[in-house]
């Protein structure tokens, strides 16, 4: 178990191309689980390389438990690593794939045996375990490797994207057993992941990065509900938050909404956020799934301000997006599923003043955020 | 449930696949496909790791020669043509980029091998345009090695959108991308699909990915078609537990059992509960020929109850998994079955509560425990 910290750490692969990671400071916490999550190619992975040794930093210093790797190679950092394209050994089986790692460091028969079957168990290979590894597919080798990485019980595991490749199902129930496993052992694990519900599932606490800037550190439930900046906020979440401008109104909290010709008035205890900014802009926040949706028409009774422009179902809930009448922009909205609008229907949208977040429209700080 | 094609002519347009299977080493990996693609419609090929996409794909393109069976374009037999006259485009799961090529020459690369005298004057533009929707347009002196995970396959896909093909086949599109890229990008290539003349087949492992592509999903399992059909066929009427299990998030609880007559009435009885099906549920039950049955507990139509309540499922709270506007409740029942529940609300609920859980009757269905099938009366 060693917490894992990165001190301003930079990574440029060539003089031509902006820099991959920048001025990174990060901590992964003693038997943390810790996700990096952005968008693609904003740098998780090469945060992940330089940790395992596969990439040299470009500046900075990586810590584990106090002390600095930089100058270890790979093999000498104790880590084990789940990549997506991680290579199994093609000519032996599933047992003994698993082993391999407790072979080499010559662990006796009988532990082996026992802890080779715990892993064996925890994936469902056990009936499969004297296959040759490719005769698998790509689930299945993938499983195989995560395997081989608990078996030997490293200071720190790495995974990059190690579900991508697995359908819903098995995706649901490793990232539970990998996480389950990760908390009882309680390794020190930093995952790399696009997708934000394995983080959200899997991850003590999920780094936010963008263009190899760090934006925000924070555990799931905080990063949903307070999003530090207007990027965090449209990029977690699905489908992402709703970003609007909102005109600042008189002092009694009222907020007009110049795009859907409507004001909203936010209430007493959340006032003082903007009660100082007058007269700078506000951008307004709002999840898909609070945004109100009524049908409407063209008489003056609930006239229509939208109108549904595509409809993308979801199983249970679905997704509309929707062209705002006055200006044409678009918002998106989620209903439970499978609902009654279709493309073309005119609707009236409505924006509950409880549920906006508040962000500054220049820096696109949330304005609530205290860290 | 495949469509019964086996009697009737070729469909006159699109693509159309008869009595397709393919067997390597003695392992049928693809069983008796049939499956039409109408011009200009995406039919979601949806299918756990392993199903046999890639190969029914690869089959298409000409890539592997089915064992049995034929392939069909616009009426015309094309199952001995080579791949080069098929003018079938596929985009590889695995990308398949040229490692010598820029992102840019990647992307031209299938044009330039069909055009004659160069490339037409517009081609520089659609291929901007392209690079531009998929956010890669910077990248496009790049070579494929210094390129992310998501950035390859975004170029993978632009090779693949540019070209104007009989057919197009996509291989996971978009796999390895965020949530928020995927959710623009979903939108964006059906757009672009929208306006295209040719069938394409999206496969993804992902059952909602598919339900909000698919004009049509073709459900693929163990080589096999289980179902086709249009989302909403699929979401409210799974034709089996497999199917069922692929689609949701979490999938759908099954429970195995078995059904008991009463008096005037048809219960459902497992190791966890007991319960008497509510009348839709009984007649369907009368299809069910012996007494196994699983019962389908869709995540989203249960509720938690606190206190004594004899029409609630005993269990007690496993894991809570917290998704920001919906949390995923694991329960246990005493003899150790597990239900997932999905809510938009687990205030003070801890590991290790005791909880009784209830059930809307409109969100159970019923399967037939010998065969996995689905029961189902149509009214
Ligand atoms: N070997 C390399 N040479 C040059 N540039 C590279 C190299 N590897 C990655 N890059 C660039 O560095 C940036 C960060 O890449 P990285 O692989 O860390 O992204 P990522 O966050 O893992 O993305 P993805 O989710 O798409 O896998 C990207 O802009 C990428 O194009
Ligand atoms: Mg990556």
Redesign the pocket.
């Known amino acids: 178990m060693t917490a894992v910290e990165f001190q301003s750490v930079s990574k440029r692969?060539?003089a031509e191309?902006p820099l991959?990671v920048a001025n990174l400071n990060l901590l992964c916490r003693e038997g943390e689980l810790l996700a990096l999550l952005?968008p693609?190619?904003?740098?998780?992975?090469?945060t992940l390389k330089m940790a395992a040794g596969l990439e040299d930093l470009t500046e900075g210093e990586i810590l584990f438990g106090g002390r600095p790797v930089s100058a270890l190679s790979a093999g000498r950092r104790n880590i084990a690593m789940v990549f997506e394209d991680y290579c199994l050994y093609p000519n032996l089986t599933i047992e003994d794939n698993i082993a391999f790692p407790l072979s080499v460091r010559g662990v006796d028969k009988n532990e082996r045996r026992q802890r080779v079957g715990d892993v064996l168990a925890m994936l469902g290979l056990h009936d499969i375990a004297k296959r040759k590894v490719t005769d698998l597919s790509g689930g299945a080798q993938q499983r195989v490797a995560i395997g081989r990485a608990m078996v030997r019980d490293p200071d720190l595991i790495l995974f990059d994207e190690p579900l991508s490749h697995l359908d819903g199902d098995q995706r649901i129930h490793l990232r539970a057993e990998i996480s389950r496993l990760q908390k009882t052992r309680g390794i020190t694990s930093i995952l790399?992941t696009?997708d934000q519900n394995e983080a959200t599932a899997m991850a003590d606490r999920i780094a936010i990065m963008k263009g190899g800037v760090l934006q925000q550190v924070d555990t799931p439930a905080r990063l949903y509900a307070r999003p530090a900046n207007t990027f965090v906020a449209n990029f977690i979440g699905e489908p992402p938050m709703n970003l609007f401008p909102g005109e600042i109104g008189d002092d009694a909290g009222r907020i007009t909404i110049p795009m859907l010709g409507e004001d909203i008035v936010i209430g007493d205890e959340r006032r003082h956020a903007f009660a100082a900014r007058r007269h700078s802009g506000l951008t307004l926040g709002l999840r898909p799934e609070h945004l109100i949706v009524e049908a409407a028409g063209d008489g003056a009774e609930r006239q229509a301000n939208a109108v549904v422009t595509y409809r993308e179902p979801r199983g249970d809930a679905d997704s509309l997006v929707l062209r705002i009448l006055r200006d044409t922009s678009t918002m998106v909205a989620e209903l439970a599923g499978p609902c009654t609008f279709r493309t073309g229907d005119k609707v009236r949208l409505r924006v509950p003043a409880a549920n906006t977040n508040l962000f500054d429209s220049e820096s696109g700080v949330n304005l609530e955020f205290d860290t | 449930m495949t469509a019964p094609l086996k009697s009737c002519k070729t469909a006159a347009d699109g693509l159309q696949l008869l009595n397709v299977s393919k067997t390597f080493d003695q392992t049928e990996v693809l069983h008796d496909i049939d499956l039409t693609v109408a011009p200009g419609e995406v039919l979601a090929l949806v299918g756990p790791s392993g199903a046999g996409k890639t190969t029914l794909c690869r089959i298409i393109a000409g890539l592997e020669t089915p064992s049995s069976g034929q392939c069909y374009m616009n009426g015309t037999d094309m199952t001995a043509m080579p791949p080069g006259d098929r003018r079938v485009a596929m985009m590889f799961e695995s990308y398949a980029l040229y490692p010598h090529l820029s992102v840019g020459d990647n992307v031209r690369s299938p044009l330039l091998a069909r055009a004659k005298g160069g490339l037409p004057p517009t081609a520089g533009q659609h291929i901007e345009q392209l690079l531009a929707v998929l956010e890669i347009a910077h990248?496009s002196d790049r070579l494929p090695?210094?390129?992310?995970?998501?950035?390859k396959q975004r170029t993978a896909l632009a090779r693949a959108l540019i070209q104007n093909p009989n057919a197009l086949l996509l291989d996971e599109p978009i796999s390895?991308l965020d949530a928020k890229l995927r959710h623009k990008l979903r939108g964006e290539i059906r757009q672009i699909l929208n306006a295209r003349p040719h069938p394409t087949i999206w496969s993804t492992p992902d059952g909602l990915e598919g339900l909000s592509v698919g004009d049509r999903i073709a459900v693929l399992i163990a080589g096999r078609i289980e179902q086709i059909g249009t989302p909403e066929d699929i979401w409210l009427r799974p034709a089996s537990v497999k199917v069922a299990r692929l689609f949701g998030d979490p999938p759908m609880n099954i429970l195995p059992g078995e059904l008991q007559d009463g008096q005037g009435r048809i219960d459902f009885h497992c190791r966890s509960m007991t319960m008497t099906l509510p009348p839709a549920l009984a007649a369907s039950a009368k299809a069910i020929k012996g007494r196994a049955a699983f019962l389908g507990l869709r995540p989203n139509g249960l509720t938690l109850h606190r206190g004594d309540d004899q029409s609630a499922i005993a269990t007690t709270v496993y894991s809570i998994e917290s998704f920001g506007k919906y949390a995923i409740v694991t329960l246990i029942t005493p003899p150790g079955d597990l239900i997932k529940l999905k809510t938009a609300d687990v205030q003070d609920l801890k590991l290790g509560d005791d909880v009784g859980v209830r059930y809307a009757s409109d969100q159970l269905l019923l399967f037939d425990g010998t065969t996995g099938r689905a029961a189902y009366v149509y009214s």
């Open positions: 692969y060539s191309t991959a952005g693609s190619g904003c740098g998780k992975s090469s790399v696009h | 990248l090695s210094e390129l992310s995970g998501g950035q390895h």
